[in-house]
């Protein structure tokens, strides 16, 4: 049985540095990693990979080939790959037996919500090689400070969460930088009319809204609350009405929280990995017990949730003075 990682999320969010660190880390406690980098526009890895996409198939090819842009060069390049599939899987057969695979995939959204190529690749892998994977997305924390972006964020992690169908982690990603985009729920407020029309106001009437703390981000809770901060903006005020709804869709299915990730620290790396571990089922492989040993294990409480939000808090996060 194999274990190991499908590492997704958009462009800049640190999937490439993710790997790199992660595969440091699990090195020093004692597992062999093979990171196999399956994006063919990663021309300037960090890491030694085991497999690279660029020996079948390369971006810079395909667009000079077929006239493409970059995203349509990288679904060819996914499309090519999953018609491909056993060149993929003979190269990971000479690695089954004692490795830890780290799966670098594109930063396209579309590959992960809209397109079935990924999806397929991940299936037929799961399939043929008895793999357990988990995907770990990864977004940046910086959209924390903005509600608009926000609400973005956690529509492409419900939406891949349901495409890709495996047990999933949502992580905040440079939670260590999550601060120099400014404090988080900081909303800028006018009652100037014409603020609406040109983004610069001279009337300098803007007056801070409180800041929420990190665990209204990490848990998802009551967007409600969010809601209210973009209504007061004059530029999403208009797009009230479908505001409510994103909200509520996300709310419905309640399926979306996160965990936060500094990949340079290496007690937060660790947390997400005994999260990891658990949820692809790493901890039970070594396990020859009863089912009730098993589920002891598996209901045992980690200590994450002070980790994943208040020591995060204290440890990256100033508290500021409100300013009116």
């Known amino acids: 049985m194999v274990f190991g990682q499908v590492v997704i999320g958009p462009p800049g969010s640190g999937k490439t540095t993710y790997c790199n660190g992660m595969s440091q880390f699990l090195s020093l406690v004692g597992r062999k990693v093979a990171v196999i980098n399956l994006d063919p526009a990663n021309d300037a890895l960090p890491y ?20 493409l842009g970059p995203n349509g060069g990288l679904v060819y390049c996914m499309d090519y790959l ?15 037996e004692d490795h830890y695979f780290l799966f670098d995939f594109p930063g396209q959204v579309e590959l992960f919500s809209l397109h079935t190529n990924a999806r397929n690749i991940i299936n037929k892998l799961i399939k043929k090689l008895d793999l357990r994977l988990t995907a770990v997305h ?18 492409l992690s419900l939406s891949t969460m349901l495409h ?28 100037c ?21 990190l665990d209204f981000y990490t848990d998802v809770q009551d967007l409600s609350y969010l809601q209210y901060h973009l209504d007061q903006d004059p530029r999403s005020a208009k797009y009230r009405k ?40 790493y901890i039970f492989s070594s396990i020859d017990s009863s089912a009730v040993e098993f589920s002891k294990i598996a209901a045992a ?9 208040a020591a995060v808090q204290e440890k990256y996060m100033k508290d500021d003075e409100i300013v009116q």
């Open 48 to 67: 030694e990979c085991a497999i690279n996409i660029e020996d079948l198939i390369k971006l810079s090819d395909v667009m000079s080939e077929h006239s």
């Open 82 to 96: 999953e018609m491909n599939i056993d060149w993929l899987e003979e190269k990971l057969k000479p690695l089954i």
């Open 138 to 155: 990864l977004v940046d924390a910086h959209l924390c400070c903005d509600p608009g972006k926000y609400v973005s964020a956690l529509l």
């Open 164 to 191: 890709l169908e495996l047990p999933h982690i949502n992580v905040l990603s440079k939670i260590d930088l999550i601060e120099n985009y400014g404090n988080l729920g900081i909303v800028l407020v006018c009652s």
């Open 193 to 213: 009319l014409y603020f609406s029309k040109c983004f610069s106001c001279s009337c300098y009437s803007f007056s801070l809204l409180s800041a929420f703390n």
């Open 242 to 281: 479908l505001t409510k709804e994103l909200c509520d869709v996300i709310d419905d299915f309640s399926l979306v929280n996160f965990s936060t990730l500094d990949i340079q620290d290496k007690e937060s790396v660790g947390n997400l990995v005994k999260l990891i571990d658990k949820s692809n089922g």
């Open 301 to 309: 409480p980690l200590d994450w949730d002070y980790y994943r939000t």
